[in-house]
């Protein structure tokens, strides 16, 4: 088992829909969560964070956190055009140093 | 720089060459990491500085992967005697604190490709 699982898609949603992308970790002492958005041929850029169980919003993004179930998901309101990407989850794992351990990401297309 | 600068951006080799890649951080981060990106893969970890001192290792895959920072800001990871398998993008990325904190800004990239 991979230490951050995540479904490699793609996630095909229209315009305007939610997009629900999710994630599961292995080791359950992680404390620190974090999605990032990767454009084809570009870096990885940060979206959101997420610390504490419960639900954490930005504009039209939402993180979810559950601990006890190890899961974290993001949800994207109003799907646009330009939201097309990979979304990484991260998960701060502990390995000596608490390193950032990424999920291979899901691929999200929103089609017009 | 406003950013993280890595050079080359491109790099093709032979096999069996020697390659330097460079990350240039933000000003003032104290963290580094190293991560490698093979095509529809997550970033996988590589190494991670702070400051000077490279706290974890664990992730390069061979000792043919060598990376320091000796003076606590710009980055050198070394790959000798590439292999096919080395062909991935390299990510470096720094944070302003300690590895916890998680929240990383990524270069653009260096992309290997060994022919």
């Known amino acids: 088992q991979k230490e951050v699982e995540q479904n490699s898609g793609p996630l095909s949603v229209p315009e305007g829909a939610i997009a629900s992308l999710n994630c599961t970790y292995s080791?359950?002492?992680?404390?620190?969560f974090f999605w990032y958005r990767q454009y084809s041929g570009k870096s990885p850029e940060l979206i959101m964070s997420i610390y504490s169980n419960g639900d954490k919003e930005d504009g039209r993004f939402t993180a979810q956190l559950n601990k006890a179930s190890q899961y974290v998901s993001l949800l994207i309101r109003d799907s646009q055009p330009s939201d097309s990407a990979t979304y990484l989850c991260?998960?701060?794992?502990?390995?000596?140093?608490?390193?950032?351990?990424f999920g291979r990401g899901t691929s999200l297309i929103v089609h017009p | 720089g406003a950013g993280v600068s890595q050079s080359p951006r491109y790099k093709v080799a032979k096999r069996g060459q020697d390659v330097a890649l460079r990350c240039d951080p933000i000003?003032?981060?104290?963290?580094l990491f190293w991560y490698q990106q093979a095509l529809g893969q997550g970033p996988e970890f590589l190494t991670y500085f702070q400051n000077e001192a490279q706290l974890d290792k664990s992730g390069l895959p061979s000792d043919r992967f060598f990376a320091e920072r000796p003076e606590g800001s710009v980055s050198t990871l070394k790959i000798q005697r590439t292999q096919q398998e080395d062909s991935a993008v390299y990510l470096c990325a720094s944070s302003e604190r300690g590895a916890n904190t998680g929240e990383l800004f990524f270069g653009e990239g260096s992309r290997l490709t060994v022919l």
């Open positions: 991260a998960v701060n794992l502990p390995r000596g140093s608490y390193i950032p351990t």
């Open positions: 080791d359950r002492v992680s404390q620190s």
């Open positions: 000003s003032g981060h104290v963290s």
